[in-house]
């Protein structure tokens, strides 16, 4: 664990390497007590830079040997200052030899070169080489890699590395050897090696450009049934790019390697991606909806990150999106482009705003807010973020709508004709963009270094007798840490005009024809757009396909609403208004719970849902989202002040209402939405599995002994995990009786899938009947193992950030229970322990009670003697005034 005293590193500070890396060879003897790692870099001056002397960085190893050009350097030829290494007076060019020792198997943090199950792993990024040997690790540095991996044949049959393997062959020893080479500079964050037994399915792949490509998904015996998915979603992300941005796969082979004990989703390491199983392994029968997407999107991230963070990466690391956040805008065009039809790819629009609001916004509006390119850090880990991520796709989807798909493909053309193989800026990207559009995107700018969720507000005015309707546009952007003003953003606002008859109006803006939806750009804190030749009073359509990650503010009546709800032709928009509907009423219901109010639902509302929930013109997927109400998450944060039992209990009402009030036809589109014959995870399919469990979660909301029947049923008929998994998580929501028996025999089932454990877990952690005693007593189950990042993600985490009634009890036993995991993690894995810690970064907006309780716990957190860096930063901001 880091334990020296927190720095805080400013981009401002930025300065280029001293020196650059032209070659890197490694010689690694693999063992998991005592591992030798002999480094030998080629090194020159850096023109650009005024320091004299070679750094390198180093944790949690020994160093054993420093040769310069050949000299073997003594203790007073250098000097070492934490995990700084410095070598003063060293000539213009160099040749540094290095021999280091680290012992995979304590290596808990899962950085670095670490064992799972007995097999060799690495995860290099953000800082993770330093601890396998000393290095110049900055994403700036940039070299070409040749690799020598030697271990004991039997127990490490598969040797990997980036690149292309040149040779292997066997050693007298009982070990044997493999040799790879990366014909790519890249920098040390996507270094990778495996040592492992494993096994692989694999493919020849004809690539666009004639070449044969040999394709590999890597697992542990007994997995290989559960690879087919990542290897098809491989397969289609490598046609896709190379249709989409005539991008191809430059290397001869491309490798996935699943791993249980993993702090992330998946890594990009060149050519040899190393992925968490939750995203590879899947057949129907432990994998669920859920779960075969989010392989496919995975999977597809990791690829493209091959020419987008790859093949050109970012300069430091306060540039972080200018790989996420493109990669996953590239990842969710794949995803959508793989459904294919209008409401498949709303449908996935609405997910990626649902994660934005459940998230990213309280994150904006949090003490670890910042910008999608943060000006400072502590903890690099600490910002692979939901702002980084999901906002930095948002910024680079705005490109896109501001330029056009054309547009944006001239783009990035320029964007990699300038720039491969180099380590580049956010601004580079963004002039690229400029350049190719001919465009100004100064302002543009903003929504890098700006902080916050821009909060947009309308007003209109329709003119009958000029025939004209003004929309004004508002926008302003609340405080954040270190940014108490804001200057205004460049906003593409999409809106459309409905007549009365619920139809597209055709829209003329400035004399120009804008089709059906014009794209405003809103530049000032307030912009007047005036449309012409609108022939009767319109209902405005604002923000559609949510054109930009902001907060749309009032502007329009709950008859307007209705209007949008029933005909809007933007589907995001059309699912917006059913929100907007729900939250109103639900804020209200929150209200009335907390003063102990009776509680009531109006028939209009009833109605809207019914009309809805039967309109067979709408796909099921569609009318899955739009049925499902805005999460107790997002409703509180339209509160000033969040008492978690009463936002519970009114959206607990509503759904019970619903269920009630709808339950014939409840019933009706449960049958209606079956899915006989062999289990598909096709778009169609998983959209019809997704509506009919919305309905018999919606009849158990209130449930009855038909409703529970009807669950139970599902739970013992089943024939794949996504209908088993709702109908149990159902059971246990409802309280019912067959809860604990259903549990059981889950178990009973699936104990040897640890991926399926884990969901066993998660069901229980996350539902409200589970107290604190119910969570002690899963920790002693025998499957159950807070080293394994899954399974402490699987219980611990899901109590504390989804068990949202329970996790704040009144007596404060949620916020202790916190306290020691965060610092049990902690002493583990500060990446986890982080990241639980955010949990109770926004205690300061619940009710007084319980901030007292909350400020206890995080205040036994901050004071640990032994603290990471990674958690001092989360539980010190979070405190800070």
Known sequence: MRTDTPQTIYRSDYTPPSYLVDTVELGFDLDPTRTVVANRLTLRRNPDSAQREIELYGEDIELVALRLNGRLLQEGDYAVNGSLLTIPNTPEEATLEIETLCVPEQNTTLSGLYTSNGNFFTQCEAEGFRRITYFPDRPDVMATYTVMLRANKERYPVLLSNG?????????????????????????????????????????????????????????????????????????????DEERYGLELDLDRFM????????????????????????????????????????????????????????????????????????????????????????????????????????????????????????SFVEINNFYTVTVYEKGAEVVRMYQTLLGREGFRKGMDLY??????QAVTCDDFRLAMADAGGRDFTQFERWYSQAGTPQLRFETRYDEAAQTYDITLFQSCPATPGQPTKLPFHIPVAVGLLDRAGRDMPLTVDGKDMGTTAVLELLEERQTFVFTGVTEQPVASVLRDFSAPVILQGGYTDADLLHLFNHDSD????????????????????????????????????????????????????????????????????????????????????????????????????????????????AASAGKRALKN????????????????????????????????????????????????????????????????????????????????????????????????????????????????????????????????????????????????????????????????????????????????????????????
């Open 256 to 375: 996935i390697v699943a791993t249980s004990d993993f702090n992330m989703g998946a890594m990009e390491n060149k050519g040899l991606n190393i992925f968490n199983t939750k995203f590879v392994l899947a057949n129907p029968r432990v994998a669920t909806d859920i779960d075969f997407q989010g392989i496919e999107a995975v999977v597809a991230h990791e690829y493209f990150h091959n020419w987008t963070g790859n093949r050109v990466t970012c300069r430091d690391w306060f540039q972080l999106s200018l790989k996420e956040g493109l990669t996953v805008f590239r990842d969710q065009e794949f995803t959508s482009d793989m459904i294919g039809t209008e409401l498949g790819r709303a449908v996935t629009r609405i997910d990626q705003v649902r994660t934005l609001r459940q998230a990213q916004f309280p994150e904006d509006a949090g003490p670890m807010a910042h910008p999608v390119r943060p000006d």
């Open 571 to 682: 589907p995001v928009n059309r699912w917006e208004a059913g929100q907007r509907l729900a939250m109103g009423r639900l804020l209200k219901l929150t209200g009335e719970t907390a003063v102990d109010a009776k509680l009531s639902l109006d028939d209009t509302f009833i109605e809207a849902m019914r009309r809805m929930l039967v309109d067979e013109s709408l796909d099921p997927a569609f009318r899955e989202q739009a049925l499902l109400l805005p999460s107790e998450t997002m409703i509180a944060e339209q509160l000033s002040e969040v008492d978690p039992l009463s936002v519970h209990v009114a959206r607990q009402f509503m759904r019970a209402n619903i269920g009630a009030a709808l339950r014939t036809e409840l019933m009706a589109q449960y049958q209606a939405n079956l899915t006989p014959g062999p289990y598909s995870p096709d």
């Open 416 to 421: 990699f004709e300038r720039h491969d193989e």
């Open 694 to 881: 919305l309905a018999l979660s919606y009849l158990n909301a209130a449930p009855d002994e038909e409703t529970i029947a009807l669950a139970a049923r599902q739970c013992v008929d089943a024939d794949n995990m996504t209908d088993r998994a709702a109908a149990l998580s159902t059971l246990i929501h409802a309280r019912a009786p067959e809860a604990e028996a259903e549990l059981a025999r889950f178990y009973d089932e699936f104990q040897g899938e640890a991926l399926v454990v884990d969901k066993w877990f998660a069901m229980q952690a996350s539902a409200p009947t589970t107290d604190i005693a119910k969570v002690r007593e899963l920790m002693r189950h025998p499957a159950f193992n807070l080293r394994n990042p899954n399974r402490a993600r699987s219980l611990v985490a899901n109590y504390c950030m989804n068990n949202a009634v329970q996790f704040h009890a009144p007596n404060g036993s949620g916020y202790l229970f916190w306290a020691e995991h965060v610092t049990l993690l902690d002493g583990l894995n500060p990446q986890v322990a982080a990241r639980l810690a955010r949990a109770m970064d926004r205690w300061r907006r619940f009710t007084p009670s319980l901030q007292v309780h909350m400020k206890t716990a995080l205040q036994q957190v901050a004071g640990q003697q032994r603290l990471s860096n990674d958690v001092r930063e989360v539980v010190t901001k979070a405190l800070a005034n």
């Open 164 to 240: 292309n393997l040149l040779e292997e062959g066997d050693l007298a020893d009982g070990r044997h050897y493999a040799k790879w080479e990366d014909p790519f500079k890249k920098p040390s964050y996507l270094f990778a090696l495996v040592a492992a037994q494993l096994v692989c399915q694999e493919e020849t792949f004809r690539l666009a450009d004639g070449r044969d490509a040999l394709l590999q998904v890597w697992v542990e015996e007994g997995n290989l049934d559960k690879t087919d998915y990542a290897m098809q979603s491989l397969k289609h992300s490598i046609r896709w």
